[in-house]
């Protein structure tokens, strides 16, 4: 497997990385910052004797970004507390959860996590030598683990599979068989890695529960389990692969890394589900033990915190502004990310990087004089759509059928829209509700006003023809992206460029299901809190 395996521990530990002393040192630096810890007493046991063996697995799914720091700064805590980690590339899950990762592209993007993974730990000052990296396909495909599967179907009810995955497996509306295994996969995994902890988000909880009830049934050994915060994203919520404003890219240049972080939450004096200081906590001050907010003499000059629970009091205070605290953690995040861009920077990585991660939206350019250039690829991930909330709505100053509505889609200002539906929904029923939108749309003037996106809504098929607005989940924010089951890590366009049609190529094949859900090939439309639907309106098509 290449570089895979038990790396080189000839090292001196000590050498790379000063190591705590007693049990109760190397207790409080294996459990800070954690949100629950399942068997603290067999932990503290276990450290009186001899070192910890702990996991840590990640499905090599979409693109590790800039949040897989939280695990990692925990993994140098481990380290550092003596322990033995081994990370686990968890391929044949990556499959399982609702085939992520195609079977085509396993073995490439478990090559791209290797490579990230190992870049970010080096990045941090982790030594890889006292590591070890197992691919799940290693040991996942043999005789005895494929036997411990089957003799834990025997024991297992569907009910409890489907419970415990609930938070980890993608939930669709007919899910596959996989889905079920995948919980029994992750259980085992802990007998045969030979660990004493699995370490995971808490959103891991259910099938930590879950290895704790079962794995003893097969006459193996309940382990300890050590869990993570869920730190939230850039835009207030879970930070994710799918939702491409949420999260900083491993890979992203300086420049998106402004972007996103300016357009990142972060309310003066809020801390709640404020994704910057979570970032500061749970990742930089673990590393640095302090952390410098840069700012001009005229505001006070640059000031170090020792203790995060200070910086997040001046936050709350109003002392510490949003754009000090953005423009610090840019700098010290591009410090973190400018050697795995100088590692990722050679050709070999690129490749690699490119066909771990086709992008489904970019069509191969035609080399110059040649007719026959591959064909464009039409995908829904091409379109930009995305949950808005209308905020004003008014009657077209020259057109009786259109209304000019300002609609916020998560950006510093809200758009302009001209929408043609004066005839089909009432100007009250528009005001202050949660819209679907196109937003890549080549901006276009009717009758003098510029639209800048169009509102998707469901029509009726038949005379009169009616029309309704798609819903949202109600609980979603503006800006939210909206995404095509099936369809969630494509890049969209830019811009639609008119002449391609990809939207009415798109369109042709958009409908209103009997459960009054919009679709696509029968695939649903979604946000991360649910599916796209409207009113009344089954069997319909959506313009």
């Known amino acids: 497997m290449g570089s895979m395996g038990t790396a080189n521990t000839s090292r001196p530990a000590a050498a790379a990385m000063e190591t705590a002393s007693g049990p109760q040192e190397k207790y409080q630096l294996i459990t800070r910052n954690l949100q629950e810890v399942l068997g603290e007493e067999k ?3 276990i450290l009186k004797e001899r070192e910890v063996k702990i996991y840590w697995g990640t499905a090599t799914t979409g693109r590790p970004h800039v949040a897989y720091f939280v695990p990692m700064s925990k993994i140098a805590d481990f380290l550092k507390a003596g322990c033995e980690v081994t990370i686990l590339f968890a ?10 990762a195609p079977w085509e592209l396993l073995e490439l993007r478990t090559r791209y996590y290797e490579n990230v993974i190992k870049a970010m730990l080096e990045s941090i000052g982790v030594p890889l030598e006292k590591l070890k990296f197992v691919r799940g396909t290693d040991y996942q495909l ?19 599979a489907k419970k415990a995955g609930a938070e980890v497996v993608k939930q669709v509306e007919h899910p596959l068989l996989s889905g079920l295994l995948y919980p029994g996969l992750q259980a085992l995994d802990e007998e045969y890695l030979k660990v004493d902890a699995q370490f995971g988000g808490v959103d891991q909880r259910k099938i930590f529960t879950f290895a704790e009830k079962y794995l003893p049934s ?3 050994a309940k ?47 809020n801390v709640e589900n404020n994704g910057v200081l979570s970032f500061i906590k749970h990742v930089l001050f673990p590393l640095k033990s302090e952390f410098v907010i840069l700012r001009e003499e005229k505001w006070g000059g640059n000031k170090t915190y020792t203790a995060y629970e ?45 066909a771990a991660y086709p992008n489904p939206s970019k069509a191969k350019p035609a080399e110059k004089g040649t007719k026959n250039s591959e064909p464009e690829t039409i995908v829904p991930s091409r379109l930009d759509i995305r949950v808005g909330k209308v905020i004003s709505v008014e009657k077209h100053p020259d057109a009786d059928s259109l209304y000019v509505e300002k609609i916020d ?8 829209v001209v929408s043609g539906l004066v005839q089909f929904v009432p100007k009250e029923q528009l005001q202050d509700r949660l819209v679907v939108l196109l937003c890549n749309l080549k901006p276009q003037k009717m009758r003098g006003v510029e639209s800048q996106g169009m509102v998707l809504c469901a029509s009726s098929v038949g005379e009169p023809r009616q029309v309704e607005p798609l819903d949202p989940p109600a609980e ?14 494509g890049e969209p366009d830019d811009e639609l460029k008119p002449k391609k049609k990809v939207f009415e190529k798109l369109q042709a094949d958009f409908r209103i299901s009997e459960d009054c859900i919009a679709q696509w090939k029968e695939r649903n439309f979604l946000t991360k809190l649910g599916n796209i639907s409207c009113k009344s309106l089954k069997g319909g098509s959506i313009s």
């Open 409 to 416: 889609v998560g950006e510093p200002e809200p758009r302009t």
């Open 91 to 100: 391929d044949l899950h990556a499959y399982l959860d609702n085939m992520k």
């Open 142 to 160: 043999s005789k005895e683990y494929t036997l411990d599967v089957y003799r834990l179907s025997s024991v297992v009810t569907q009910h409890d």
């Open 310 to 354: 200070a910086l997040e009091k001046d936050f709350a205070d109003q002392v510490v502004h949003p754009g000090d605290l953005k423009n610090s953690v840019e700098v010290a995040l591009n410090k973190l990310l400018d050697p795995i861009r100088e590692k990722f920077n050679n050709p070999e990585l690129k490749k690699l990087t490119n």
């Open 218 to 220: 097969l006459g193996y």
């Open 476 to 489: 979603c924010c503006a800006g939210e992206r909206v995404y095509v089951e099936g369809y969630e890590d």
């Open 223 to 269: 382990r300890i389990h050590l869990m993570n915060p869920m730190v939230p994203g850039l835009t207030g919520s879970k930070m994710s692969s799918s939702e491409e404003d949420s999260k900083i890219d491993l890979l992203d240049r300086k420049e998106d890394v402004k972007k996103k972080l300016k357009k990142a939450f972060c309310e003066p004096g």
């Open 43 to 45: 932990l503290l046991s």
